[in-house]
């Protein structure tokens, strides 16, 4: 254990003075591996810690994205208010698809496909949705570049580096809390046996319930992250079920219920295609799909040769 | 409105049901039997649109000619994956599964990408344009002919399945995966074979689908969510349920386009879904797991 907290705290400071060194490119990319980290943190609650498998974690980033970056599009009221508005409304949705699936008694494939169900369902009633902007998109107004503009969360890309390092360091501290928790042991004992959970007088329905609420809560957070950071929102785009899957990809290919699991799959993903990328350039090989073809190939070779992700495999190698 | 209008949107809506409902048996099938959910189902269904597109540009194949040796082809290769790439997994969690199948979707939808580009192709066959008419109803040949190649296929199945000694192996897999083992049947053998089946379904329903339809290499993914939301409305693993599912989504999808905006028709695919689910999870005529 003491290993890993050196190891976590050398890679704190590492990630803390990145900026230093890195120049706009570098940190780009780093911002998208924390964002990654982050979301693959908070599906990993859902699937890893109490074992209900989310396919439509797009629909939180959405709903995140549209409620915290409409009400600054239209009245002008800045994300701190709109971040709680975004969790509210997340949660509302989590609450709705968790109390009908676990009502009904609706679980793995059914409930994986029940919640493709409801992103794609979403996605087409914001297409059709005047307020959002429709399938035309919405458009924040670019932030200025060049001061901090903490309050209404516009300036430098500096500035969402810093602000996703805190939400990855801490939804990592979060994840590890609620591990240790009696909420964490509960979720476990329903991810590893339900019928047996609920033998020992475990609410099953109540906790599972817990896990989406907390789940659906910190994506809202990262949709609205997504909002004012990329400033533009179009259904097609946010809510597809590509963007559920890349949220998937991390902690499945980093290891499913570890906690240092999404953050590994993050950064092995994330720069895994852009080194895809710039290896095809170097070769000129610029055909359009032979990236993906690449990326689907070690994917395939990940889940077939490491079974339970790249971090149980390595923390064995590291001893810790 | 007059109701003649409705009338051949509904027929309309019918015979393109009944190639969805071909293409969502084949992933039933699968799922029946090997448990496993092929995230890739709709990838594939490209494919057999593409190879139908180039056997009839190369050779003036007539795309429910080139059927068979598709269907042949798309036999083989289906065996193949199952025998090489999913009997491994299929001891193993539903997200490993999941994870496996999207990575094969995902070279598909590229390697497609790679292969033809972005742009749409399709197969331009005279009796596209040319339709029967009985009393005031237009029925589309083209699509007409498509439904009978589906309703063919999926006779063709439920025979194999009903009076065959293997399609009785098969059932029984389905059944008690233990007593399959015990009774000394080859289940890993029969997975493939039953594999190769859900991928003649789709293939036939491709080479129909492209007589219907364009093709883009971006097209899979949707048929993989239409082939999701038909099976689960018919009850996942059953076979008549798949092409229950198949007809009412196509109907709703007819309608939808019709009463409501177009562009709306698939919502109202979902929201189906999502009332199934809740109200008869295991589908209109599935059985309770």
């Known amino acids: 254990m003491s290993r890993a907290l050196v190891l976590l705290a050398v890679l704190a400071v590492l990630l803390a003075a990145l900026p230093a060194v890195a120049g706009p490119y570098a940190l780009s990319v780093a911002t998208l591996i924390l964002y990654f980290a982050y979301t693959g943190q908070a599906w990993n609650v859902m699937m890893g810690f109490a074992g209900q498998l989310s396919l439509g974690h797009s629909l939180y980033v959405g709903v995140g994205a549209y409620v915290a970056g409409g009400i600054f599009f239209h009245w002008g009221i800045g994300p701190w208010a709109g971040v709680w508005l975004a969790i509210l409304a997340c949660v509302v949705f989590g609450l709705v698809i968790g109390f009908l699936a676990f009502r009904f008694g609706i679980s793995g494939v059914y409930f994986a496909l029940l919640t493709i169900a409801f992103a794609e369902f979403t996605r087409i009633g914001f297409d059709h949705l005047g307020w959002t902007g429709g399938p035309g998109g919405m458009f924040l107004k670019v932030a200025q570049r060049d001061t901090w503009d903490v309050l209404n969360f516009r300036g430098p890309p500096l500035m969402y580096y810093y602000a996703m390092l805190f939400l990855a360091i801490a939804a990592f501290i979060g994840c590890f809390l609620l591990l240790k928790s009696k909420a964490g042991y509960y979720w476990q004992a329903i991810r590893e046996n339900e019928e047996a959970a609920q033998a020992l007088g475990i609410n099953t329905f109540r906790w599972k319930m817990l896990a989406v609420v907390i789940s659906s809560a910190m994506t809202a957070v990262a949709g609205v992250f997504f909002a004012f950071y990329y400033n533009n929102l179009f259904p097609e785009q946010i809510f597809h079920i590509s963007r559920s899957i890349e949220i998937i990809l991390g902690p499945i290919i980093g290891g499913v219920g570890t906690l240092f699991g999404p953050i590994l799959g993050a950064a092995v993903l994330t720069l895994l295609s852009d080194g895809i990328t710039e290896l095809l350039a170097a070769f000129g090989w610029e055909i359009p799909g032979i990236k993906q073809v690449f990326y689907g190939v070690v994917l395939l070779a990940v889940v077939m040769f490491l079974p339970h992700g790249i971090w149980p495999a390595l923390a064995r190698k590291l001893r810790l | ?289």
């Open chain 2, 1 to 289: 409105m007059s109701a003649d209008l409705v009338a051949n949107v509904v027929i309309a809506g019918v015979l393109t049901g009944l190639v969805y409902g071909l293409m969502a048996l084949g992933l039933s099938v699968i799922f029946g039997v090997v448990r496993v959910v092929n995230f890739a189902h709709g990838e594939m269904m490209t494919i057999a649109m593409y190879a139908t597109t180039i056997l009839f540009a190369a050779l003036k194949l007539d795309p429910f000619l080139a059927a068979v040796p598709v269907a042949a082809a798309f036999f083989v290769f289906g065996y193949g994956l199952q025998k090489a790439l999913i009997n491994p997994f299929i001891t193993r969690p539903e997200h490993s599964q999941f994870m496996l199948l999207v990575a094969v979707a995902i070279i598909m939808v590229n390697g497609l990408l790679m292969a033809f580009g972005p742009d749409a192709r399709n197969v331009q066959v005279d009796y596209q344009l040319e339709s029967f008419e009985i009393g005031k109803l237009l029925i589309d040949k083209a699509r007409l002919y498509a439904a009978g190649a589906a309703v063919l296929t999926a006779t063709a199945l439920f025979a194999f399945f009903r009076f065959t000694l293997t399609g009785k192996a098969i059932r029984a897999c389905a059944d008690n995966y233990l007593g399959a083992k015990v009774v000394g049947l080859d289940v890993k053998h029969l997975y493939a074979l039953t594999f190769g089946l859900g991928a003649i379904c789709v293939a036939v329903a491709g080479c129909a689908m492209v007589v219907l339809v364009d093709v883009t290499p971006g097209l899979g993914p949707y048929y993989t969510l239409l082939a999701f939301v038909i099976v689960i409305v018919g009850g996942l693993g059953s076979m008549g349920g798949a092409l229950l599912g198949g007809v009412l989504i196509g109907v709703s999808e007819a309608l939808a386009g019709l009463f409501i905006v177009p562009s709306a028709k698939s919502m109202f695919s979902f929201g189906l879904l999502i009332l199934v689910l809740l109200l008869r999870p295991q589908g209109l005529l599935g059985r309770k797991a």
